[in-house]
């Protein structure tokens, strides 16, 4: 088995002819960016896209029965594969890079292997998993929250969304609820490159982030019962105004993480209110708080503290107010081992790094308790995403994409290999400004 650490690198230009091609699926007029909300005409050619780039790769395809598809290259023996991965749906205002990046440097690394005429020990796998964003159907990483069998395929089928739309029948009607079992057995190890769509390493100009888990998520749904009258007649104590209802929650929760501090964020995101005429004092109002901490403590009193105020709210506002989990995911921690490969494959390729927690829920949190797993973070420009003009530069896009290629041979390890120029295992390049492990 040749253990050498090779010099093979993506081709980065295919990587971004990929992500332009994939981004022109769905694409928002005049930006980078496109919308592919999860199971919807565009995520299933966006899906089309990529199973025939993994199919032209001779990638075995398996497609699960919640729609995540994995693409497998065979190792020389059999066994669990060394799986990266990510998401193609987005939000509405997606960016071009927003988990389309894992995926398609994914398909650059195979390809880097393919044609170093390299044989991985392990299988390599190339993963997409379904409704990562959750923002047609919560909870958000949905696919990969049942391919590691952290819910049940049936639950996750019934999921109504916020259309109305049901997941299994959106599945079917897409051509996507596959025969592959789930809960998937578990991969010899994950790693996930995606843009830190914060603005930390644009800031700091650090190139590559080793992540070091992902801050603990809590989505609210509120729906407020008052009562619709006339704007103009109706004097103000005899009202039960949703409208008004719901802007004092938004107040309420953005006051409350100014109060916390960083890094505790909480944000209404979605307000939909009845009748919404401008002369009508609101019915009914239903809206949604998402609030995050890396602390789980914190977040359970920000819960806690938001659940108190809508009691007290209700009886002063006259309203009925009730309120749904939509998703709750304590803080997770990436596997030490695998952060410092992170760290080791940047520094041997000479680039910056530092460590960071992420702000954002990725599909790699559902693999931590499963397999030893970590992340590499790129830059966001302006720290900008969930917005077409998310952007990262090109070569950001290779470094991150060669950082990946690296610890996935580095944990695949090469059986055979023809035209491997074996580097002397030094590192190479300079020595990576590292800092102290600070998370974020
Ligand atoms: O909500 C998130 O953090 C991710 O974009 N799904
Ligand atoms: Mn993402
Ligand atoms: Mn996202």
């Known amino acids: 088995m040749t253990s050498v650490a090779t010099d093979i690198s993506v081709d980065g230009q295919g990587l971004s002819d990929r992500l332009a091609a994939l981004a022109s699926i769905g694409e928002i007029e005049g930006t980078d960016g496109a919308c592919r909300l999860a199971l919807t005409d565009e995520d299933r050619d966006g899906r089309d896209l990529v199973v025939t780039w993994m199919r032209d790769l001779g990638m075995e395809i398996s497609i699960d029965g919640i729609g995540n598809v994995v693409g497998t290259l065979a190792g020389a023996e059999p066994g669990p594969p060394v799986m990266c991965g990510s998401h193609i749906d987005t939000v509405r205002t997606g960016g071009r890079y927003d988990g389309n990046l894992g995926v398609l440097a994914g398909l650059q690394v195979v390809e880097a292997v393919q044609r170093a005429g390299i044989t991985t020990r392990r299988p390599l796998a190339v993963g997409f998993f379904t409704d990562e964003e959750g923002s047609r159907f919560p909870p958000d990483m949905l696919g990969s929250l049942v391919y590691t069998g952290e819910m049940p395929l049936e639950e996750a089928l019934d999921i109504v969304g916020t259309d109305g739309a049901v997941v299994g029948e959106e599945l079917d009607r897409i051509g996507y609820r596959g025969p592959a079992p789930c809960p998937s057995p578990a991969p010899h190890a994950f790693v996930e490159l995606h843009i830190e769509q914060g603005p930390i390493l644009d800031t700091e100009d650090i190139v590559i982030g080793a992540v070091t888990g992902v801050q603990g998520i809590s989505w609210t749904e509120i729906t407020v019962a008052g009562q619709s009258n006339h704007a103009g007649t109706t004097p103000m104590d005899m009202r039960h105004d949703a409208g008004w209802v719901a802007t004092r929650i938004a107040v309420f929760v953005h006051e409350l993480a100014t109060e916390f501090g960083p890094p505790q964020v909480c944000t209404v995101g979605r307000v939909e209110l009845h009748p919404n005429l401008v002369n009508v004092v609101a019915s009914d109002a239903v809206l949604t708080v998402d609030m995050r901490n890396t602390d789980d403590d914190l977040l359970t009193e920000a819960e806690n503290r938001l659940a108190a105020f809508l009691e007290e709210l209700a009886a002063e506002s ?25 760290e080791k494959a940047a520094a041997e390729l000479g680039f910056s790094h530092r460590r960071l927690c992420s702000g954002a829920g990725h599909d790699a949190q559902m693999f931590a308790p499963v397999c030893p797993t970590s992340m ?20 950001h896009l290779e470094a991150g994409a060669n950082v990946m290629l690296r610890v996935m041979l580095e944990l695949a390890e090469i059986a055979e290999a023809s035209e491997v120029q074996a580097t002397s295992g030094a590192t190479s390049g300079a020595t990576a400004e590292e800092t102290a492990g600070a998370t974020a």
């Open 318 to 342: 006259g309203t009925g107010i009730t309120s749904r989990r939509l998703a709750r995911f304590a803080p997770v921690e990436f596997d030490p081992d695998m952060i410092r490969l992170v």
């Open 376 to 395: 590499v973070f790129v830059p966001s420009w302006e720290g900008i995403s969930h917005n077409p003009f998310e952007h990262t530069e090109p070569e």
